[in-house]
Nanobody, 115 residues
Framework: QVQLVESGGGLVQPGGSLRLSCATS????????MGWYRQAPGKQRELVAH???????NYADSVKGRFTISRDNAKNTVDLQMNSLKPEDTAVYYC?????????WGQGTQVTVSS
């Protein structure tokens, strides 16, 4: 079965850093575009960053220069390094895997940025 498991969320002060990881199983990882999405209370889920099978990346304007997405095809994992965190980054962060077909979602991990 397909499984995506996020980890690394937590409470951090503004300006701090956090690294999220997504471990996958049950998919041919190397062919998938991997993405991180987030959803804050009362808001729609939004794309934070994605990385294609060839390594091309894209970021939401709100996180450019602060977040970095990376993948390790040998370990079937995708990470999101988050620096200079702001209260506006507070959300549940979800890992997503997709090809040209509808993808798969992890359960999410809570990130709270607060002093």
């Amino acid at each position: 079965q397909v499984q995506l498991v996020e980890s690394g969320g937590g409470l951090v002060q503004p300006g701090g850093s956090l690294r999220l990881s997504c471990a996958t199983s049950g998919i041919f990882f190397s062919i998938y575009t991997m993405g991180w999405y987030r959803q804050a209370p009362g808001k729609q889920r939004e794309l934070v960053a994605h990385i294609t099978s060839s390594g091309s990346t894209n970021y939401a304007d709100s996180v450019k220069g602060r977040f970095t997405i990376s993948r390790d095809n040998a370990k079937n994992t995708v990470d999101l390094q988050m620096n200079s965190l702001k209260p506006e980054d507070t959300a549940v962060y979800y890992c997503n895997a997709k090809t040209m077909m509808p993808g798969y979602w992890g359960q999410g991990t809570q990130v709270t940025v607060s002093s």
